[in-house]
């Protein structure tokens, strides 16, 4: 007994409510279709913008199955699938998961469609092509800082006690270490454990070795082997000289790059944006980094956020900004020729 669902049409294309388990597990079993199924609840306002932008994908990739799932209304379904808050994408394909997205990020949620319904149709001698493929973004991964953190979450918002432990031992000992959330890509999450040949995580990697997981960290603690092992963070004025110059044109702003484009193009008129589109420039998260968020007020003798600087020089806060592009003076400052 499948139930019943009901189907709410968006122009061509449809996205699917889905009330019972039974339907969830018919469609999911869909064989050579990718399924995107957005865990939601009416109560959140970010659920019902996602699923504005879940509507537009549908429009776009009439092959993709679209489907929402109050989360509450299925708690066994939730359970088994780790889904601990809303909104929460899982992709599924040939009756397997194959990805997952946790959070309100419209970007994100578009780029992983894009390129799961791109690569729907792969034929089976295609396997050995994309193993390789994932193995060569795995290593670029591992290697994309000194040392590197796959966690469940963010140190911000450890996601389970073992993260949150390993993230409290390297932050005691001063390590400075970025860190990758195996919640927002499944396909690494997966492939991660067999690249390194390590079933669980947390998982710790220096120089793109793997040092090991909690446990192997606490020994290495305990044994004073830690410090010399990973790499130390350097004092906090010297880290903002270096990300205030990162680029010639750096803003500090609450969220990324790919956030802003979204936001510009939804909310903002365009023409507010057109400085930066002709001009290169770098974006830094505060909200990623607590340390960086306080101490670049102290730094800069600036309170609030989005900060820019350029060439590491501070040109101010969203007023001076709008001040400075009103008066014709904000894109030869963002080139560098005053």
């Given at each position: 007994m499948y139930g019943i669902f009901c189907s709410v049409r968006f122009?061509?294309?449809?996205?699917?409510?889905?009330s019972v388990v039974g339907s969830f597990l018919s469609l999911s079993c869909v064989p050579s279709s990718l399924l995107v199924v957005h865990f939601w609840a009416p109560w959140a306002p970010q659920c019902t913008q996602m699923n504005d932008v879940m509507a537009e994908l549908a429009k776009e990739h009439p092959q993709v199955s679209f489907v929402k799932l109050e989360a509450e209304a299925v708690p066994e379904v939730s359970e088994k699938y780790e889904i601990s808050s809303v909104p929460t994408f899982l992709f599924f394909k040939n009756s397997q998961k194959i990805d997952r997205l946790d959070g309100a990020h419209a970007p994100e949620l578009t780029k992983k469609v894009q390129r799961h319904a791109s690569s729907a149709s792969f034929?089976?001698?295609?396997?050995?092509?994309?193993?390789?493929?994932?193995?060569?973004?795995?290593?670029?991964l591992t290697h994309a800082a000194p040392c590197m953190l796959f966690?469940?979450?963010?140190?911000?918002?450890?996601?389970?006690?073992?993260?949150?432990q390993m993230v409290?031992?390297?932050?005691?000992?001063?390590?400075?270490f970025s860190s990758f959330d195996i919640f927002s890509d499944e396909e690494v999450r997966q492939?991660?454990?067999?690249?390194?040949?390590?079933p669980t995580y947390p998982q710790l990697y220096v120089s793109g070795e793997l040092i090991g997981g909690l446990d192997i960290i606490k020994e290495l603690e305990a044994s004073e082997e830690l410090d010399t092992v990973c790499p130390k963070a350097?004092?906090?004025?010297?880290?903002?000289?270096?990300?205030?110059?990162?680029?010639?044109?750096?803003?500090?702003?609450?969220?990324?790059?790919q956030s802003l484009l979204f936001l510009f193009k939804t909310v903002f008129p365009v023409k507010m944006f057109s400085p930066f589109c002709s001009v290169?420039?770098?974006?830094?998260?505060?909200?990623?980094?607590?340390?960086?968020?306080?101490?670049?007020?102290?730094y800069s003798n600036w309170p609030t956020y989005p900060q820019l600087y350029v060439k590491g020089e501070l040109v101010?806060?969203?007023?001076?900004?709008?001040?400075?592009k009103e008066n014709g003076e904000l894109l030869p400052i963002l080139r560098g020729e005053n």
């Amino acid at each position: 007994m499948y139930g019943i669902f009901c189907s709410v049409r968006f122009g061509e294309s449809s996205v699917l409510y889905v009330s019972v388990v039974g339907s969830f597990l018919s469609l999911s079993c869909v064989p050579s279709s990718l399924l995107v199924v957005h865990f939601w609840a009416p109560w959140a306002p970010q659920c019902t913008q996602m699923n504005d932008v879940m509507a537009e994908l549908a429009k776009e990739h009439p092959q993709v199955s679209f489907v929402k799932l109050e989360a509450e209304a299925v708690p066994e379904v939730s359970e088994k699938y780790e889904i601990s808050s809303v909104p929460t994408f899982l992709f599924f394909k040939n009756s397997q998961k194959i990805d997952r997205l946790d959070g309100a990020h419209a970007p994100e949620l578009t780029k992983k469609v894009q390129r799961h319904a791109s690569s729907a149709s792969f034929p089976p001698s295609a396997n050995e092509h994309l193993k390789e493929d994932l193995n060569l973004r795995l290593k670029k991964l591992t290697h994309a800082a000194p040392c590197m953190l796959f966690m469940k979450g963010t140190p911000q918002e450890p996601r389970c006690g073992f993260s949150r432990q390993m993230v409290e031992i390297l932050h005691k000992h001063n390590i400075q270490f970025s860190s990758f959330d195996i919640f927002s890509d499944e396909e690494v999450r997966q492939g991660l454990k067999t690249y390194s040949n390590w079933p669980t995580y947390p998982q710790l990697y220096v120089s793109g070795e793997l040092i090991g997981g909690l446990d192997i960290i606490k020994e290495l603690e305990a044994s004073e082997e830690l410090d010399t092992v990973c790499p130390k963070a350097p004092k906090l004025e010297e880290r903002l000289k270096v990300l205030t110059n990162k680029a010639s044109v750096m803003l500090f702003m609450k969220g990324n790059k790919q956030s802003l484009l979204f936001l510009f193009k939804t909310v903002f008129p365009v023409k507010m944006f057109s400085p930066f589109c002709s001009v290169e420039y770098e974006t830094f998260d505060i909200l990623e980094d607590e340390e960086v968020r306080q101490g670049l007020k102290a730094y800069s003798n600036w309170p609030t956020y989005p900060q820019l600087y350029v060439k590491g020089e501070l040109v101010g806060g969203l007023d001076i900004v709008k001040e400075l592009k009103e008066n014709g003076e904000l894109l030869p400052i963002l080139r560098g020729e005053n």
